[in-house]
């Protein structure tokens, strides 16, 4: 189908939907895609190798967008993604949510099915629309191939602007097959929005004040953020503001890499699992939550915040101020311009509040020097099968400043959540806790490395999360990516197990135990580098020899522990089911 451009005055070029879709992505700056193409999108595939694009072949279209999440939290930048109709669409869900909830900025595009015969048993044609649309931050149906640039500048647009997230782009395909002649005008890019954040929004003054006038009388402050510190790139002023008053910083798990982790002030991952902050929390005056949605993990399923400590609430979504708990004062605002403002507000009283708090300030290096003490036996333990805290402590001596430890869900997530220490501000650790599947390690450590060449770039996953996503070693291998995957290889689905453990007992497990494989010897197969490591004296040899591998990936499979009471940091089944007298509901 051809279309007429109405305005005669233009130099046109006659161009199909799927050179236009190209065009405006490299007009965008996009980076690598992911995906795997079909009958719908072909036209864009030819337009993306004739222009030079990085497209890149994934075998499974969930790791393609887990992908291109890791690689958008670490460059910044929106990631890309793409599937045919019906199953390659579909496929999508659960990474897409995933980048929703965290707020990554991503755009999706997917086939659809030819208009003219939509509806009428055409191959594999679901009513993928429908499906999509809940699972992203905005679906966009493009109905006519002219209307094609100006629904990718909207799609960058919404993905960068407030919360980030992933937008798709529905493209029927008579719409990518189709052709009108496009003015050069037509792929103009507004350049705030190929980054987050496109926007930045200031907080309200008077909130400002009255926020100051709270911390001002405050004594036992305490910051807690989250991944919207990442989000709004607000490093500088978040350690800056903590400086300038002495307050401490505790970080949900999404939120590590705020501050250093080895910064005298942070005190850790408070919530479900924590080594100081939840003591902090418990006798703290005043909460300054920036960037945090205060969800379950964060607050032990909403009972570790005491109900009588005030609580200042900085975010860029209004409607998540109060969402979980009370709010004194709501700050609606970027992280960044929140934290400069209310700093500036303070300005008049900085030497006070460190004098008044330097006491408290100090107290947080000493508690965290006292926790890593009484942990020691565990972080440095010679079991076999090895204690999982012996291994990230491991990697704790062995990883770069600059180095990214990518963690998939549950098992391998929980332990890094709480013992990986990031050696500077910024997307050191980039866990998947929007949606906190399993799956991502493989997938998001290719993103990431992508992302950032050059840079030590570790993956950290649990045997039933490479079960998943195995064939991704292929892709891994044929781009000559020098990935590191630590395998914890428990022969189970340890989280799974844990908790059974913990809720009905020793021995009362059902459907969390794994085939014990050799993952070192797959890897081989794969033609990537595989080392088996049993025992813990044998890790850091076993590291170094992984990180100096730089032309291909290389997978440690690491067999940690059997015990399922050792497999997570610490398991409270009343954390986990919300109860009426002493009965579970």
């Known amino acids: 189908m051809t279309e007429t451009n109405p305005r005669p005055n233009a130099t046109p070029r006659r161009l199909n939907g799927g050179q236009a879709l190209a065009e405006m992505l490299q007009a965008h700056g996009i980076g690598p895609m992911f995906g795997m193409g079909g009958f719908q999108l072909l036209p864009f595939y030819e337009a993306a190798r004739a222009l030079g694009l990085k497209h890149y072949l994934i075998n499974d279209e969930r790791c393609g967008a887990f992908a291109a999440d890791a690689y958008a939290r670490v460059s910044g930048r929106p990631g890309a993604c793409d599937a045919t109709l019906g199953p390659g669409a579909t496929n999508l869900v659960t990474a897409l949510i995933e980048s929703l909830n965290a707020g990554v900025p991503q755009i999706a595009i997917v086939g659809d099915a030819n208009r003219e015969h939509a509806g009428k048993n055409m191959t594999q044609e679901a009513r993928q629309a429908e499906i999509l649309r809940p699972a992203v931050k905005d679906l966009l149906r493009v109905e006519s191939t002219r209307r094609i640039p100006e629904l990718v500048r909207r799609a960058f647009a919404i993905a960068t602007s407030g919360r980030p997230g992933p937008v798709v782009l529905d493209v029927p395909e008579d719409v990518c097959h189709g052709e009108f002649d496009f003015a050069p005008e037509d792929f103009r890019c507004d350049p705030g929005t190929t980054s987050i954040p496109a926007r930045r929004a200031r907080p309200d003054a008077a909130l400002v004040e009255q926020a100051a006038r709270l911390i001002r009388a405050s004594r036992r402050?305490?910051?807690?953020?989250?991944?919207?510190?990442?989000?709004?790139?607000?490093?500088?002023a978040l350690q800056a503001f903590a400086e300038a008053h002495n307050i401490p910083v505790a970080h949900t798990i999404s939120g590590k890499g705020a501050i250093a982790c080895t910064h005298p002030l942070s005190a850790g991952v408070f919530g479900r699992y924590?080594?100081?902050?939840?003591?902090?929390?418990?006798?703290?005056?005043?909460?300054?939550?920036?960037?945090?949605?205060?969800?379950e993990i964060a607050t032990k399923r909403f009972q570790l915040l005491p109900a009588e400590t005030p609580i200042v609430h900085l975010d860029i979504v209004a409607e998540e101020i109060g969402r979980t708990s009370r709010c004194d004062v709501p700050l609606w605002s970027d992280a960044r311009t929140g934290l400069e403002d209310l700093d500036a507000a303070l300005a008049g009283d900085t030497k006070a509040g460190r004098t008044e708090r330097a006491d408290y300030a100090a107290e947080v290096p000493v508690r965290m020097r006292k926790w890593i003490a009484e942990a020691r036996h565990r972080l440095e333990s010679e079991e076999a099968p090895i204690n999982m805290a012996r291994l990230i402590h491991e990697l704790n001596k062995a990883m770069p400043a600059d180095g990214i430890l990518v963690a998939d869900g549950g098992f391998a997530g929980h332990w890094t959540g709480l013992l990986f220490d990031t050696q500077a501000a910024g997307r050191h650790f980039v866990p998947d806790r929007g949606f906190a599947s399993i799956g991502y390690g493989l997938p998001g450590a290719i993103g990431a490395q992508?992302?950032?060449?050059?840079?030590?770039?570790?993956?950290?996953?649990?045997?039933?999360?490479?079960n998943m996503t195995i064939g991704e070693l292929e892709t891994a291998r044929r781009l000559g990516l020098p990935i590191t995957l630590f395998v914890v290889n428990n022969a189970a689905s340890g989280y799974v197990k844990a908790l059974q453990h913990a809720m009905y007992g020793a021995g009362n497990y059902q459907s969390s135990d794994l085939v014990e494989l050799d993952y070192a010897a797959l890897a081989r197969g794969f033609g990537c580098n595989g080392i088996r490591v049993e025992a813990p004296g044998d890790l850091a040899t076993a590291i170094r020899s992984a990180f100096a591998v730089r032309d291909r990936p290389t997978v440690v499979d690491v067999i940690v522990t059997r015990d399922p009471a050792k497999m997570l940091p610490a398991v409270d089944s009343r954390t986990l089911v919300v109860k009426k007298g002493d009965r579970p509901v």
């Open 450 to 466: 992508l992302a950032a060449s050059g840079r030590q770039v570790v993956g950290i996953t649990g045997d039933g999360g490479f």
């Open 221 to 236: 402050p305490v910051l807690l953020v989250g991944g919207g510190i990442h989000l709004s790139g607000a490093y500088a």
């Open 274 to 295: 924590s080594r100081i902050a939840n003591d902090l929390i418990a006798t703290a005056d005043l909460f300054i939550v920036v960037g945090c949605k205060l969800g």
